[in-house]
């Protein structure tokens, strides 16, 4: 199955694109949609809609993963980053893209066993699951795949469970 992960954020949307057979995950493509933060808000929201559209376009996911808005430390920044959810969840629906979401510290539990890793935790698993490019280096990009994984391992975890019953 073929997954789009995607970490949601005004200036820096990470994605990824894995592709997940059983337990084995194949990093097909990654990086960041990036917006100018001297554009108009609704502008940038434009651009990440329309670059979420081709994304989903280039690489035909059958399902996609999405951060989900859990607890913000600057109160400035939670209404821009539910800003883009919302054209990125839009962006998705349109495109006919099934969308599962996932706080952070869900994903942090699915992939290192507790939900208070750090950055670098989280990395160096998503480095176990997938190969990396040593030029990844955004976390938001880091964080896509890890939500792409955390996405990958439920829907596995759910398909065994209908089998089974």
Known sequence: MRILGIDPGIGITGYSIIEAQGDSYTLVSCGSIQTDKDLPHQKRLAEIYRD???ICSSFSPQSAAIEQ???FKNQKTIIPVAQARGVILAALEESGVETGEYTPIVVKQVLTGHGRA???EVKSMVGRYVELNP???LDDTIDSIAIGICHARNL???NKEC???
């Open 163 to 165: 089998i089974n019953e």
């Open 135 to 137: 030029n990844t280096k």
């Open 118 to 120: 750090s950055k670098d």
């Open 156 to 158: 596995e975890i759910k």
């Open 52 to 54: 979420i559209k081709q």
């Open 69 to 71: 808005l859990f607890f």
